[in-house]
Every structure is written in structure tokens, then in C-alpha cells.
């Protein structure tokens, strides 16, 4: 029975081998907030051990796909977002990843021949129920929108306006295939659900790692951008966010949070490590106003 059980283990092993070693993955849209640029300063903060990583503002995905690229194989990973859309096309990459590259290269050829026509009669479709058809809309309207900006208005519906490129690259098959491997072969759980559900606050513990990206304090009346879903994300989210924050404190958990460096988290904060860190935002809703930024890094440890 020893034999059989180290069998196992080994052939698990060398699964995960030749996944990591065929990674590179990256997120597959571009987000508001995305982390891919501060990843190697991120990397800096994880903790050295852990085995559950759980991200409930899941987004690009960028600092989960640097694990994986990284060798940081994970045990258990918990990805969550409350964004429907988004969370429907991971679990298409994952689960329909040769009928979702066939409808993208469609959808590249359509693009092609007329551009605005085919951007407007993708965003205008409402309703979509074949989950494969929504993941390839999403995609494609986020490769090719406006500056890369998700965007809903208060009824939920994606009204961001065509981008102007050249040759977007719509089906980027290699990375989404790597992907697919990615989810499909490792014990990684992807889900659609608010962050005040998606954790388990009785089943997380010392060995669990939570990354939490929320929709960032505005650092002021201008740089307010939390329409991600048609909710939005205020203060009295930021507040509550920090009450859970202390929660996982107090289970022991290792936990991370990105936010801007505004008075507020500080204060929210104060009673953990705070890293201050300049970026430049990658994503504006005003693609000439793409500043430094100050963000921060909090840790509980």
C-alpha cells in the first residue's frame, strides 16, 4: 500500500514538473490594477511557506500565474472574483479550451474585415448563455476596447467604447493553452462569489496564504475607479474589508493586501507592515493621464 501511495506521489510530482517547467503564463486580459508590473516587488513579500493560496479579487491573475511560473507549485489554490464574466472565461480556458481558440480566431477574422462594426454588435449582445460564446466576447472586447478598461454601468452592461489598434492580438493560443494546463492539472478551484463569502474563515490557518487586490482607495475625487461589477467598491467596503483583514490576522493566516497609499488605509492598516511603492498605472479611463501612483503593500507578517 506504502508503494502504491509513493507511486502516486511521484507520478503527481512529475505532472507538476512538467507543468512548471512549460508555464509562463500570464494573465489573459488586461485589468484595472493588474499586478504584472509590480510583480517582481511582490515576490519580495510572499511568504516563504505556505499550502492554500487564496485571491478572492482574483482579476488578471498575475501574481497567481508567478507562483505557478516560479516553481512555487502550490498544494490547494482558491480563486475567486466577483466578476461573473471574468470567472466564466477562466473556467472556459479550463474547461472548453478548443472551442473557445476556434470562436476567438473567428472573431479575429470578423474583427478584421470591419472593425467598429464587429466591436459594436459583440458589446451590444446581452445575455449571452453559451458560456463558451461569453468567454470569447469577453476576451475579444477586452483586447480590443478603449485603453484596456473593464467597465460596467449601473444596469451591468459593458459600455466601454473600441480602442484603436492596429492588430490586437485576439487569440493569443499558446498562453491560453498553457493555461488550460495550468488549471486543469493542479488543485485550483476557480469560482464566482463576493470576497465576504469566498473565505472560509473556519478553514483557513496558518498554512494558508490570502492575497487580497480589492478595488484600490481612490487617492482622490478624479482617480475613483471601482466599476468592475455594477456594486462598486466605497469606503464602508474598504472598512469592512479591513475587519476581515484582522480576522485571517487572527487565524494565524499570512495575508497581503495592494491598495493605494491614501490617509485612510493607513489608518485602516496601521497596525500591520506597510510597503510603500511607486507605479505607474498601466489602465486609466483617461488613457493620457497614466501617472505615478503610490500604492502600498501590507502584511501581516
Same mark, same amino acid.
Given at each position: 500500500m506504502t508503494r502504491k501511495i509513493n507511486k502516486i506521489k511521484q507520478i503527481m510530482n512529475n505532472t507538476f514538473d512538467k507543468i512548471r517547467s512549460n508555464a509562463n503564463c500570464h494573465p489573459f486580459v488586461k485589468w484595472a490594477g493588474g499586478k504584472t508590473q509590480l510583480i517582481s516587488l511582490l515576490n519580495q513579500h510572499l511568504p516563504k511557506q505556505f499550502n492554500h493560496y487564496i485571491e478572492p479579487f482574483l482579476g488578471g491573475g498575475a501574481l497567481f500565474f508567478s507562483l505557478i511560473n516560479n516553481k512555487r507549485m502550490l498544494f490547494k489554490s482558491s480563486l475567486s472574483d466577483n466578476n461573473k464574466e471574468l470567472i466564466n472565461s477562466y473556467l472556459v480556458i479550463k474547461n472548453n479550451i478548443d472551442e473557445l481558440t476556434e470562436l476567438l480566431k473567428e472573431y479575429e477574422i470578423q474583427y478584421k474585415k470591419d472593425q467598429e462594426k464587429f466591436y459594436y454588435y459583440l458589446r451590444d449582445i446581452k445575455n449571452v448563455s453559451d458560456g463558451v460564446e461569453n468567454a470569447a466576447r469577453f476576451i475579444t472586447l477586452n483586447k480590443t476596447c478603449y485603453n484596456g478598461l473593464y467597465r460596467v454601468n449601473k444596469s451591468g452592461w459593458f459600455?466601454?467604447?473600441?480602442?484603436?489598434? /492596429?492588430?490586437?492580438?485576439?487569440?493569443? =493560443?499558446?498562453?491560453?493553452? &498553457?493555461?488550460?494546463?495550468?488549471?486543469? &492539472?493542479?488543485?485550483?478551484?476557480? *469560482?464566482?462569489?463576493?470576497?465576504?463569502?469566498?473565505?472560509?474563515?473556519? #478553514?483557513?490557518?496558518?498554512?494558508?496564504?490570502?492575497?487580497?487586490?480589492?478595488?484600490?482607495?481612490?487617492?482622490?475625487?478624479?482617480?475613483?475607479?471601482?466599476?468592475?461589477? #455594477? #456594486?462598486? *467598491?466605497? /469606503?464602508?467596503?474598504?472598512? =469592512?474589508?479591513?475587519?476581515? *483583514? +484582522? &480576522?485571517?490576522?487572527?487565524?494565524?493566516? /499570512?495575508?497581503?493586501?495592494?491598495?493605494?497609499?491614501?490617509?485612510?488605509?493607513?489608518?485602516?492598516? +496601521?497596525a500591520f507592515d506597510i510597503v510603500s511603492v511607486s507605479t505607474k498605472r498601466q489602465i486609466n479611463s483617461v488613457g493620457t493621464k497614466r501617472i505615478n501612483h503610490q500604492e502600498v503593500i501590507i502584511k501581516n507578517y
Open positions: 459600455n466601454v467604447p473600441i480602442g484603436r489598434y /492596429k492588430n490586437p492580438k485576439i487569440c493569443d =493560443e499558446v498562453n491560453l493553452r &498553457k493555461i488550460s494546463q495550468t488549471l486543469t &492539472k493542479t488543485d485550483t478551484i476557480v *469560482f464566482t462569489d463576493d470576497y465576504r463569502n469566498s473565505i472560509n474563515i473556519n #478553514k483557513v490557518d496558518e498554512n494558508s496564504f490570502i492575497y487580497l487586490d480589492p478595488p484600490y482607495d481612490p487617492i482622490n475625487s478624479t482617480s475613483s475607479f471601482t466599476a468592475y461589477t #455594477k #456594486k462598486g *467598491f466605497g /469606503k464602508s467596503d474598504q472598512i =469592512e474589508l479591513s475587519l476581515l *483583514f +484582522r &480576522k485571517l490576522s487572527d487565524r494565524n493566516c /499570512k495575508v497581503m493586501m495592494s491598495n493605494s497609499d491614501t490617509s485612510l488605509v493607513r489608518q485602516l492598516y +496601521r
